[in-house]
């Protein structure tokens, strides 16, 4: 009865992989989002879909590609890994974003991603 | 400038002690304001929502100064469960959900 999951939770990988993280909310929301925590412990969004319509994409390089299948799902596509690319990626999920004044995120486990 | 902005500590405390974190943010048209709690190595959670009139959760008590454009979290009779990564955070009215976190506050409450 996981509320926000995310597979996998480890992942290690040479420099010049393309890597795949999902994320599937079973909470019903209708928002989900990506974010980075770096080795600094900023946290920093990076993507939000609403109803699989991108709505928030931050200064992210272009070898990031969210892919919302539908909207309890939420992917993250990384190109040719690099070694900054190391952080842990949240995802997370809300109800009803957009001119709403604030509802509360729920995040998932998080992915520690090392590239090597 | 960061647009969230706190104090990283460690702020290493007594079993018992009362803890005041603060947060100060840059855009004067923030809306909303929150204080999550991450535990090492999870995902954060929230603590609780920030009002104007201030608000008390338990032990927990939040402020928020507009004019100032600043936040407090005042924790009591701190608990070792209490240690934990206290964010600051700031949602902008009509950004899409966006939420700019702190860098986090590190709270160790030793016995």
């Known amino acids: 009865d996981t509320a926000v999951s995310q597979t996998p939770k480890y992942l290690v990988t040479q420099m010049g992989n393309d890597k795949s993280i999902k994320c599937e909310q079973n909470?019903?929301?209708?928002?989900m989002y990506w974010y980075k925590q770096d080795s600094k412990k900023f946290l920093k969004i990076m993507f939000s879909?609403?109803?699989?319509?991108?709505?928030i994409n931050e200064t992210v390089p272009n070898r990031f590609s969210p892919k919302s299948p539908d909207k309890a799902h939420l992917n993250l596509h990384i190109n040719s890994l690099e070694l900054g690319d190391s952080a842990v990626y949240f995802c997370a999920s809300s109800q009803e974003a957009g001119t709403r004044r604030y509802n509360e995120q729920f995040f998932g486990p998080g992915t520690r991603l090392t590239v090597l | 400038r960061k647009e969230v902005e706190q104090d990283p500590g460690p702020f290493n405390v007594p079993e018992g002690a009362t803890v005041a974190f603060n947060c100060t943010y840059s855009?004067?048209?923030?809306?909303?304001f929150f204080w999550y709690r991450q535990d090492c190595r999870k995902e954060p959670k929230l603590l609780m929502s920030?009002?104007?009139s201030g608000n008390e959760d338990g032990r927990f008590t939040a402020q928020l100064n507009r004019a100032s454009q600043y936040i407090s979290l005042l924790i009591r009779d701190s608990k070792l469960s209490d240690s934990a990564t206290y964010l600051c955070v700031v949602n902008g009215y009509n950004q899409g959900g966006k939420l700019i976190f702190g860098q986090g506050t590190e709270l160790s409450v030793k016995p």
């Open positions: 879909y609403n109803n699989k319509e991108l709505i």
């Open positions: 920030v009002y104007s």
């Open positions: 855009n004067s048209a923030s809306q909303s």
């Open positions: 909470l019903g929301h209708d928002t």
